[in-house]
């Protein structure tokens, strides 16, 4: 059998592992408390999306929002991963979008249900290219900007996240063990909006990567 390619790690069913409130704006901009420990979520393999497909608008939902975000791909799994070796088991990084039903999210808080239908839908993921782990040498001082139709509306840096990428490979890896081909997507910074049928997404790390995507309905 030949090696698998970690470029294409979306093909192998791992799991997306998603931070949720790790940027205090965005916090804010929901109305939510900023976090003392790191907000978790999962999303399916079957959300991966990537680039000369649309993302689906769910048929449920009237406030299809975009998040901008950074991904960290797992290169070398493990559990209890301490925070001094943390970024040894990082094979490098995608660009995410955390796409998410934001009036079914709201919904779901309301009533305390789980926020699956709001975040773990098909297309609920589109990512970039692989970036191998040497283009980007400070992860945690990189720029994601987001752009709808040519007008930008997420631009922050991952310099404000709360919680550091070493902070969450601990903190998940003690809950769920981490396996090579997972992702862990690290959270937004502030700007998320609708985004509605025929638009385009555009979004990019300064220098990086830029992906675009266009939204539609499910024909
Ligand atoms: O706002 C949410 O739905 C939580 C989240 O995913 C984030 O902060 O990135
Ligand atoms: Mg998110």
Redesign the pocket.
Known sequence: MSARNIARFWEWGRKII??????AD??IE?K?AIPSEP?L?LKPPSAYVTEGSPILLPFYTSSL?H?V?LGVLIGKGGTDIPQSSAMEHVAGYVLCL?M?A?DI?DQCKSKGLP?TL??AFNTSCPISDFIPKEKIPDPGNINLWLKVNDTVKQNGSTSQMIFSIPYLINYISQIISLEEGDLI?T??PKG?SSVQEQDVLQAGIDGIVTMTFKVDRKS
């Open positions: 998603c931070v949720g409130r790790n940027y965005h916090a929901l939510n907000v979520f929002h998040e975000e955390d998410t934001r999210q926020w709001a975040k997507l959270g937004t998320v």
